[in-house]
């Protein structure tokens, strides 16, 4: 349990996907025009991410690796299955959250789709391979990284809504702001790394 | 019937012609309509390996070759492809041309390939690549597409390689560190052009750690968006 918890927030807080690797970055620049949106997007993120790197590390595993089912080294055929697995997943959550919680459908409605061309899901599955996490802290990896994914896009938005009252450069308006923005969480973000991830138990 | 129609297509547009509109495509990727500053897409899997040039010249290189022959690819295609997967053919045509110039990598130069790490497979999810497909190559002939491919790699390379020769230049005071043609510009020892050490003129130099950092990209990248943007009123977000 204490691996779990070390790796959910070395992944969400430490090792932030969005500002520490880069990854999702379209999404986050584009969608975090105001809060309600970037909850939406957020709160897909965590889910897919979730779910995908578990299957992911299953097919790595079983199918690709030497030691898998057909007892060759598949792995030249990562990319392929990986996205394919991704797609394919987040084709499958959009139904199933359409067909059991259509206000969950509502709120997340038109991010799901987006999410396939997230970096941060491939991303987050090639990391897991790797840095060769076993199943269970795949999941925690997968949750944390989401969190994290989570945290970031909502705080960029907020502030972006804030500094829309303020009085920035025309020509830096928008985008090249929040370029700099993200600049400085990441900065404040890299303060983090002062966490020992073994205090939470290892 | 069919083939008359091709031969009649052909003699009405020859298939490799370069003319104003051809140039256009490959040029208005470089600032108008650049990638990364003005459309926005395919920021992910590039900052990352800007903090030292000879990676970023790979990365664009790799990017460079997987958005012209993927769009190629899906101009020879886009008339068998089925709207409602289209996305998936695209991921897949994409996918295989990444998992190429993976290999490919691997074999000439496994050090660079380890320093980019996941960031080469992350190609397939670069937003340019899906978007070019998406908005150019399902609508054009291959040539034009194929044209349109390489411009948005080389607008999207240059960016690249500018930020990664701001962090080098100002982080390592160093250029191109880790190929062939390795250039030692500003430090404390003998070995670099300037010496900090001995030089009376830059005694007081030293190399700005902020610059390693990833942060440092998304600096860089704001402040050439507000350049651009300063010269190119049109540019301006007005909302």
Avoid: H
């Avoid at chain 1, 795949?138 to 969190?147: C, D, K, P």
């Avoid at chain 1, 994914?149 to 804030?162: G, P, Q, S, V």
């Avoid at chain 2, 053919?89 to 390939?113: D, G, H, W």
Wanted: hydrophobic share 50%; proline share 4%; net charge neutral.
């Amino acid at each position: 349990m204490g691996e779990f918890f070390n790796i959910f927030i070395k992944a969400a807080f430490i090792e932030n996907l969005v500002l520490a690797y880069f990854l999702g970055m379209c999404s986050y620049l584009a969608v975090s025009k105001t809060v309600k949106t970037a909850f939406g997007l957020g709160l897909a993120v965590i889910f897919v991410l979730g779910i995908t790197m578990p299957i992911n590390w299953l097919i790595q595993e079983y199918l690709l690796s030497e030691t898998g089912v057909f007892g060759t080294d598949l792995t030249f055929l990562r990319f392929i299955l990986f996205i394919a697995v991704i797609a394919s997943m987040v084709q499958l959550v959009e139904m199933v959250v359409e067909k059991f919680s259509p206000a969950l459908y509502n709120a997340l409605g038109i991010f799901l789709p987006l999410i396939t061309v997230n970096c941060a899901i491939l991303g987050g599955s090639l990391f897991m391979v790797s840095r060769e996490y076993n199943f269970s802290e795949s999941v925690a990896f997968g949750l944390g990284g989401g969190f994290g994914w989570f945290l970031a896009i909502i705080a960029i938005a907020a502030i972006r809504e804030k500094i829309r009252y303020s009085n920035v450069p025309p020509a830096l308006r928008g985008l090249g702001m929040a370029f700099i923005l993200t600049g400085l969480m990441g900065i404040a973000f890299m303060s983090l790394l002062g966490i020992d991830p073994a205090a939470f138990g290892n | 019937m069919a083939e008359t129609n091709v031969k009649e297509a052909t003699t009405k547009e020859p298939l490799f012609q370069f003319g104003k509109k051809e140039r256009k495509l490959l040029t208005d990727p470089l600032n108008d309509n650049n990638p990364i500053t003005v459309q926005v897409l395919g920021i992910c899997s590039a900052l990352a390996v800007t903090s030292l040039v000879y990676p970023s010249v790979v990365m664009s290189i790799a990017v460079i070759f997987v958005t012209g022959f993927s769009s190629l690819f899906t101009s020879l295609l886009r008339n068998y492809i089925p709207k409602q997967v289209r996305m998936i053919v695209q991921l897949v045509i994409i996918a295989s041309l990444v998992t190429v110039v993976e290999l490919t990598l691997k074999y000439l130069n496994y050090p660079v390939y380890k320093q980019l790490s996941v960031y080469i497979g992350l190609i397939i999810t670069n937003c340019i690549v899906m978007g070019r497909l998406e908005a150019f190559s399902m609508a054009n002939k291959p040539w034009r597409s194929f044209l349109d491919g390489i411009g948005n790699g080389l607008g999207y390379g240059a960016i690249l390689i500018a930020v990664g020769v701001v962090r080098e230049l100002f982080g390592k005071g160093s250029l191109f560190a880790g190929s062939p043609i390795e250039m030692k510009i500003i430090g404390p020892t003998a070995e670099y052009f300037i010496n900090t050490e001995t030089s009376t003129l830059f005694g007081w130099y030293e190399n700005n750690n902020l610059m390693v950092l990833p942060a440092a990209a998304m600096f860089i990248i704001g402040i050439m968006i507000w350049i651009q943007r300063s010269y190119n009123q049109k540019l301006v977000d007005i909302s």
